[in-house]
């Protein structure tokens, strides 16, 4: 597996080698390390992808480049494609999971 390099918090010297893999590392890493990850992805929610009123669309096209899918035929074939690998994503974190 692929470790950064370096310190995830330099003031604890905790580098990210120190960090072991899976449910572990929920209690290594410090508490303003996940304050700073719950507010980024606050920030994103909040300000960032505004709700338009229709299911995945957020103005922002793929990847957040681009505009909106205006084909109602497309934009189902995606939504329907984010929901399959939304599954599996859960899938494969709860195999994960059971694994450690």
Request: aromatic share 14%.
């Amino acid at each position: 597996y692929f470790k950064w390099p370096g310190y995830l918090s330099p003031s604890m010297g905790l580098k990210f080698a120190d960090v072991p893999n899976g449910l572990a590392a929920l209690s290594k890493v410090p508490g303003g390390g996940w304050g700073q990850i719950v507010a980024f992805c606050g920030y994103y929610e909040l300000f960032v992808y505004k709700y338009t009123g229709k299911p995945g669309d957020y103005g922002k096209g793929s990847l957040g480049a681009g505009k909106s899918i205006q084909d109602a035929e497309l934009r189902k074939k995606k939504l329907n494609a984010e929901l399959a690998n939304g599954r599996l994503a859960m899938a494969a974190i709860m195999g994960m999971l059971f694994q450690d």
